[in-house]
């Protein structure tokens, strides 16, 4: 008898950098208009089986495509964004789009206006393509919590893209979108880049405007761009980044030419090696292609030496009290009242909320709102909730510490490859675990960025994960080019 | 920080977070929360007598990001239109919700 073989079905589709699609639309090979019809026909065919898009913008897509079509007519200058497609994470709200952060409560919302990383990326000139499937209002790390149906990973479809931006580096991995924007709390842009093989970048805490974001932990959230290579990662994040008066907490920083930045060599810079986030529970196949990376770090002349962060094993525990503390006090504002899903059979006001936040939250979000509002609670406050800020601080300081002494740290971005759908859903904990070595970076506020970083036998992306000091995105970006340049 | 959540802890914490757990939810979150909890006391390892909790991460970046305050000057807002045409039940002007005072 044959055993049965099941064929892996792949998807996976690399986009044109930004440098080849601005000389095709300068050189009139062609037009945005062009572009943007084939990349909707390319979402028609694929989206059935990986389920990235919740919704399409193509009304706004194509007036955006004409518009860049008509300067590039004229002969002006193009912006640096000139009819790039993009995909949209569905926790991001554009005016007139269904707004959905991948729950029911929200169904049938059309926001008012536009979220600023949305509209800096427009008026850069990119065409924005519709909204991405996600977790539940950012609340997962495989995708599986959306209330809209699980995205698939385009190298093996019976696995995870990871979460909670799935559909994020799930599109640009499917050549469904040229770049994607995503948000990461703990872990949330990273992890899938890594899973579904592309660069996602963890921007400094206050470098991107969160006006527009749907939020889930205002401490800790983030906005930032996925990419197919880390230089068109680098210009994105240059459009989206700086100083917003609507986003109190954004940063008043000067936004360096962060595409220039990844261009210098990284010769001579200090990349530090921390043995916590090689220990026990890292798979070995991730591991042996995460010491090739370092191997060719080293040969591109960077000085590679041992740094120690001890309080790394406290991390998840700390942010699993901080993020949802935090997220029961954000997610009280779905009432049934305002906007999306009311309840419709409730006599009372009282009725009303629990009725409309029974039936519209997901099982994952009415967890960690217990365990926030548990936290928070009189009697566990310090205990808990005090306790977890006081190790933000260690764990903050820590990392402020090993950056006098080096430049960036490189770690492997997740434990494992991506894992299969069902794998992990019936034990929290374990798909906690999954972002045990994107947690620190969050909680310490400092950026990143994930490059691809060869793969396992069975041909699933390992990334790498570069972390750097506060503002020191350009660093991260080096460091990750000269990963990528090494073809592991 | 080892206490034992019960069936009552979780009855109370989702009324305060105004949900209504299903009969055979409120059991699963009983355990969700032990085990979860279980694991974050790991936490009472460490000593942090002294340590001042950190709220938000913008002092790491430079001392003037600790408070930013924007001018006290009236501010467009978003059109009334748009916001009530989002709204499950209104009037144009309010938002439109079952009777709370018997008169």
Known sequence: ?488 | MTAKVTLQDVERVAELAHLELAPEEAPRMVGDLNAILDYVAELNELDTTGVEPLAQVSELESAERASVLRADVQLPSLDRGAVMAAAPETDQVFFKVPKVIER
């Open chain 1, 1 to 488: 008898m044959p055993t049965e073989t099941k064929t892996v079905e792949n998807y996976v589709e690399k986009p044109k950098t930004l440098a080849e699609l601005r000389a095709d639309l300068v050189g009139g090979k062609v037009k945005a208009a062009d572009l943007a019809a084939r990349y909707y026909d390319r979402i028609a065919e694929v989206n059935p089986r990986l389920n990235v898009y919740l919704s399409l913008s193509k009304e706004r897509a194509l007036a955006q495509a004409a518009r860049v079509d008509a300067l590039a007519a004229k002969g002006d200058p193009l912006p640096p964004l000139a009819g790039v497609p993009v995909g949209v994470k569905d926790v991001l709200v554009m005016k007139g789009a269904p707004a959905t952060a991948g729950s029911k409560i929200l169904k049938g919302y059309q926001p008012p206006y536009d979220a600023t990383a949305v509209s800096k990326l427009e008026a850069a000139g990119a065409v924005l393509l519709g909204k991405l499937n996600c977790d539940e209002f950012a609340m997962g790390s495989s995708n599986e919590n959306s209330a809209y149906g699980p995205v698939r990973n385009p190298v093996d479809t019976e696995r995870v893209p990871g979460g909670s931006s799935g559909g994020s580096a799930a599109a640009v991995a499917a050549n469904m979108a040229v770049a994607s924007l995503g948000t990461d709390t703990g872990g949330s842009i990273r992890q899938p880049a890594s899973f579904c093989g592309v660069v996602g970048v963890l921007p400094t805490y206050g470098r991107v405007s969160r006006y527009g974001l749907i939020a889930f932990a205002s401490s800790l959230d983030r906005v930032g761009p996925f990419a197919g290579n880390v230089r068109d990662a680098a210009t994105l994040l240059g459009v989206i980044a700086g100083h917003d008066p609507k986003d109190a907490t954004s940063s008043p920083a000067p936004v360096p030419d962060f595409a220039a930045e990844s261009d210098k060599p990284v010769e001579g810079l200090r990349v530090g090696v921390p043995a916590e986030y090689f220990a026990e529970g890292l798979d070995a196949e991730v591991r042996a292609n995460i010491e090739k990376g370092i191997a060719g770090l080293k040969a591109a002349g960077c000085t590679v030496k041992p740094v120690s962060l001890p309080h790394t094993r406290y991390a998840i525990p700390t942010y699993y009290l901080v993020a949802t503390a935090e997220a029961s006090a954000n997610l009280a504002r779905f009432d049934g009242v305002r906007y999306g899903y009311r309840s419709p059979a409730s006599e009372t006001l009282a009725g009303l909320y629990k009725n409309s936040r029974e039936e519209g939250f997901g099982a994952e979000v009415k967890r960690r709102i217990l365990l926030g509002t548990y936290a928070l609670s009189a009697g566990y406050y310090d205990a808990y909730y005090r306790k977890a800020q006081q190790v933000r601080r260690l764990l903050a300081e820590e990392f402020l510490r090993v950056f006098a002494d080096v430049d960036a740290i490189v770690t492997p971005t997740a434990p494992t490859a991506a894992f299969k759908l069902g794998e992990k859903t019936g034990d929290p904990l374990a798909m906690y675990l999954a972002d045990i070595y994107t947690v620190t970076a969050s909680l310490a506020g400092i950026c990143g960025v994930t490059v691809p970083c060869g793969a396992t036998a069975a041909g699933l992306p390992v990334g790498m994960q570069v972390l750097a000091a506060h503002l020191k995105e350009g660093t991260a970006f080096r460091v990750a080019r000269a990963v990528e340049a090494a073809q592991i």
